[in-house]
């Protein structure tokens, strides 16, 4: 039987690349989301009896509960949900408009959850599904200027490491893509930038006014991430819990995880001092 893939934020980027790959298959069924329906023509070239074009703003509760009916009602259910839409945000923690921050968190963390959750009854019911969430490798590992960005993914982190053991019975898996930086919109359209003005910030300067150039020339290339998150669900039996894509992504976020081990380990008698 067909399984039937559920995407948001198909208009660019990752979840573009993965829509396309998803819609040219003879086996798949395809739910692909975007905010303007427009932004979804690429698809036409395919077979529409598979495809279901929708819109939704995933920062809209009532658009994520009609979705998820017409998924149900047009194709039976879902069986791998795509939690991709997201924005990207360049500031010091101190000079964050915390508007915009709290924007991100709705699109980022809150969308995504209320996603999942539009999904998740169906999935219980079949005793099935993957969940795919597009963390970042900057949910593994931090810099400066992109603090909150790193909080929202860092939040997707907790949140999935949480639902995976609450949902691991039911036979739904839960897996985290951590890309490094790759060429794809986010850094561009999809994200907002504050270059410092305070002169103790100004040494990060530079990193916020080149990010569109520095993410023009970055390694990571959205198609191949979109075939490799492809063939992790299709062809892995039990896929993997964090999913690090690029140098930055593995060297970085193991050396940011080696160094939280090392220095918990150092403090050892401090920690197990504490209980009676
Ligand atoms: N590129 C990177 O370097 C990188 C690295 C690690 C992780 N990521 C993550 O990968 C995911 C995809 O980003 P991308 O790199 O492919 O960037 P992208 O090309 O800018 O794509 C972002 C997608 O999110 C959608 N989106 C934004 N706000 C939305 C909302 N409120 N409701 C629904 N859709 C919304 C955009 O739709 P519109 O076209 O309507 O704006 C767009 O389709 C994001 O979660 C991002 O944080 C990216």
Redesign the pocket.
């Known amino acids: 039987m067909n399984k039937t893939w559920l995407i948001?934020?198909?208009?660019?980027?990752?979840?573009?690349?993965l829509a396309k790959i998803v819609a040219k298959q003879s086996d798949t069924n395809l739910i692909a989301?975007?905010?303007?329906i427009q932004?979804l023509d690429y698809l036409n070239e395919f077979d529409s009896s598979r495809i279901e074009k929708s819109i939704?703003?995933?920062?809209?509760f009532e658009g994520i509960q009609k979705v998820a009916k017409k998924a149900k009602k047009r194709f039976g259910t879902v069986d791998i949900l795509v939690?991709?839409?997201?924005?990207?945000y360049f500031s010091t923690i101190e000079e964050s408009d915390m508007k915009q921050v709290r924007?991100m968190f709705?699109?980022?963390v809150f969308?995504?959850a209320n996603m999942t959750n539009a999904v998740l009854p169906m999935m219980r019911a079949q005793k099935s599904g993957i969940i795919v969430?597009?963390?970042?490798?900057?949910?593994l590992v931090t810099v400066p200027t992109m603090g909150f960005?790193s909080a929202?993914?860092f939040a997707v982190e907790g949140y999935a490491d949480t639902l995976r053991q609450e949902v691991a019975d039911l036979g739904i898996q839960v897996m985290n893509?951590?890309?490094?930086?790759?060429?794809?919109?986010?850094?561009?359209?999809?994200?907002n930038k504050v270059v410092p003005q305070i002169s103790d910030y100004q040494k990060f300067s530079d990193s916020v006014e080149n990010v569109s150039d520095s993410?023009t020339a970055?390694p990571?290339d959205?198609k191949k991430?979109a075939q490799v998150i492809f063939d992790q669900v299709t062809k892995e039996e039990i896929i993997p819990e964090h999913l690090p894509?690029?140098d930055f992504?593995y060297n970085g976020g193991l050396g940011s995880l080696e160094k939280i081990v090392k220095e918990i380990k150092s403090r050892k008698n401090v920690s197990l001092s504490t209980d009676d």
């Open positions: 948001t934020g198909t208009s660019s980027g990752f979840g573009k690349e989301t975007a905010r303007k932004d939704v703003d995933v920062t809209d939690n991709n839409a997201g924005l990207g924007y709705d699109v980022n969308g995504l969430n597009l963390s970042s490798a900057l949910g960005y929202t993914k893509v951590e890309p490094s930086g790759a060429r794809t919109d986010w850094s561009g359209r999809s994200s993410v970055a990571g959205p991430i894509l690029g992504a």
